[in-house]
Antibody
Framework: EVQLVVSGGGLVQPGGSLRLSCVAS????????MSWARQAPGKGLECVAD????????YYVDSVKGRFTISRDNGKNSLYLQMNSLRVEDTAIYYC????????WGQGTLVTVSS | DVLMTQSPLYLPVILGQPASISCRST???????????LSWFHQRPGHSPRRLIY???KRDSGVPDRFSGSGSGSDFTLQISRVEAEDVGVYYC?????????FGPGTTVDIK
């Protein structure tokens, strides 16, 4: 069974940084694009970043460009999201997801940006 | 960015009766490879979303056949032939053709 286990969320002050990690199992990780998506409390869904199978291509939604970095380690079946210069509006549940167009969602982790 | 709209935003349904949700995009969703990347997701409170339908009308493994998707271009529909209690929650459409991929605002399905 596909599993995507996320860690690294928490409370951070505006301007701070966090790194989210996602460990994948149950499928051949290196053969899939991977994604991070988020959901602000009580709100809808937003794709944040995508990364190609080999990490050679990445895409970001405009609101996080220059602040967030998606990366992966295929040897460790792991996906990462480095979040810098965090803003209050980045507060959300962050999901790790399989495939750029998302066919499977992991459990989310709450990131709260607040002073 | 491609804006996705859904209607209705709230849908009270009677168990055993059909339900239908509309999704429209501000751009056509046919990709350069000829595919139309429109998906439907279901999210129950406190849970991660689950994909039900991909490429407009293809049902994911394990999804009951009471769920069906249709449409083309920029106009799409999710239909539930006979609503069951487990179908309550929020339904989102998502376009995966133009980056950034975008979601509709969600339709809340509840039992009347």
């Amino acid at each position: 069974e596909v599993q995507l286990v996320v860690s690294g969320g928490g409370l951070v002050q505006p301007g701070g940084s966090l790194r989210l990690s996602c460990v994948a199992s149950g499928f051949s990780f290196s053969r899939f694009w991977m994604s991070w998506a988020r959901q602000a409390p009580g709100k809808g869904l937003e794709c944040v970043a995508d990364i190609k199978e080999d990490g050679s291509q990445t895409y970001y939604v405009d609101s996080v460009k220059g602040r967030f970095t998606i990366s992966r380690d295929n040897g460790k079946n792991s996906l990462y999201l480095q979040m810098n210069s965090l803003r209050v509006e980045d507060t959300a549940i962050y999901y790790c997801a399989r495939d750029g167009r998302i066919d499977w969602w992991g459990q989310g982790t709450l990131v709260t940006v607040s002073s | 960015d491609v804006l996705m709209t859904q209607s209705p935003l709230y849908l009270p349904v009677i168990l055993g009766q059909p339900a239908s949700i509309s999704c429209r995009s501000t751009r056509g969703l046919v990709f350069s490879d000829g595919g139309t990347y429109l998906s439907w997701f279901h999210q129950r409170p406190g849970h991660s979303p689950r994909r039900l339908i991909y490429e407009v009308s293809k049902r994911d493994s394990g999804v009951p056949d009471r769920f069906s998707g249709s449409g083309s271009g920029s106009d799409f529909t999710l239909q539930i032939s006979r609503v069951e209690a487990e179908d309550v929650g929020v339904y989102y459409c998502m376009q995966g053709t133009h980056w950034p991929y975008t979601f509709g605002p969600g339709t809340t399905v509840d039992i009347k």
